[in-house]
């Protein structure tokens, strides 16, 4: 054990007892192509034993934003692991690939490995919802950058798809449906409008009772994760455009699975919005147009399809638990307009 980098802040033997930790979660990640090298220098991957002819490897990166910031308020650390992986992976399938391996980066003020734990096991929870192995992560204790108690976390995700089959905007069509698949709530964007409306603005208690749960916990709620039923959906329809819904709403996500002379008419009331953004909305007098222009509102994603394979695609994804509904059609006219 080092005395002084001990005094400077940084416990290394709680870095030890951290990895420790971890080990198991790491291990329930496993898939075809994961290499044991865990612990080395860099994480492996074995893409010769996917079978895939033209490999285009498809990369993703983000964090879970200040949605962090509601996590430290509950003291709960064992989902937000979940965000970082959903919001890397979710943006990779867009694309028409499947996430393969994903690593983890974590920055802290003070290493306790019990908190560690906790955020590598939600990670371990997204990875094993989207088929991905997690190969590798970094652990910083950085104690004059982060507050006792607080941290930042983010990961790299990378996918893999036949180039023949990846999704591309020249595919869509006028006229072609558009599929909502329903969210989890609000997901990992427009947090600091969520903080600002409900515990600056108003003060609330995020341990008040809402809908059965409390207030904190509804917000807390993890990102969904879509691989699973989307990948089935794609090996039977050829899916014309996918939009992962996330910072920007229906107004800036939607369109960018569109060629830019396209837009979409989409029909209100053909799914339900979460009460959450109800809730947030006349708690903080908000425009209904900036509601959609910040969050998802119910739509955590949307396949855009040709009419005659509509019914089928919603019988998979129902067939893998997802609640899904025809939304919209493509229109000739760019932006989005209602119905």
């Known amino acids: ?67 962090l910031k509601v996590a430290f308020m509950l003291d709960r650390h064992d989902t937000v692991g979940i965000d970082a992986v959903a919001m890397c992976v979710n943006d990779i399938l867009a694309q ?41 992560g970094e652990t910083a204790e950085m104690p004059d950058m982060y507050t006792e ?62 809908n059965g749960s409390t ?30 819904i996330t910072g920007g709403g229906f107004y800036e996500n939607m369109p960018r699975c569109l060629q830019e002379t396209q837009g979409l008419k989409i029909t209100k009331g053909t799914w339900e919005i979460p009460s959450i953004f109800g809730y947030i909305q006349t708690l903080g007098n908000i425009p209904e147009k900036e509601m959609f222009n910040v969050f998802n509102m119910g739509i955590g994603m949307i396949l855009v399809v040709d009419q005659a394979d509509v019914e089928k695609t919603l019988t998979i994804l129902r067939s893998h638990n997802e609640t899904a509904s025809v939304i919209g059609e493509v229109t000739d006219t760019p932006g989005i307009v209602w119905a």
Request: charged share 20%; net charge neutral; hydrophobic share 40%.
């Open 215 to 244: 207030l904190g916990e509804t917000i807390l709620t993890p990102t969904k994760i879509y691989v699973k039923p989307v990948m089935a959906v794609l090996k039977e329809i050829k899916v014309a455009g996918i939009a992962h």
């Open 96 to 136: 028409g690939a499947q996430p393969i391996y994903f690593l983890d980066y974590i920055a802290i003020g003070k290493n306790k490995p019990e908190v560690i734990e906790a955020l590598v096991k939600g990670v371990a929870d997204g990875c094993v919802q989207s088929d991905c192995a997690l190969i590798g």
């Open 149 to 210: 108690g607080e941290y930042d976390i983010a990961g790299f995700a990378v996918g893999v798809a036949e180039k023949s089959r990846l999704i591309s905007p020249l595919n869509v069509k006028t006229g072609q449906a558009v599929i909502g698949l329903a969210s989890s709530g609000i997901h990992s964007n427009g947090f600091s409008l969520v903080r600002k409306v409900l515990f600056k603005d108003n003060q609330l208690d995020p341990k008040m009772e809402f």
């Open 1 to 67: 054990m080092s005395d002084h980098y001990s005094s400077a802040g940084v416990n290394l033997e709680a870095g030890y007892e951290s990895v420790r930790r971890i080990k198991s979660h790491i291990d329930r990640t496993r898939r075809l192509g994961m290499v044991d090298n865990i612990g080395s220098f860099g994480g492996l991957f074995d893409l010769s034993l996917l079978n895939i002819k033209e490999p285009v490897l498809v990369s993703g990166t983000d964090g879970v934003g200040t949605k």
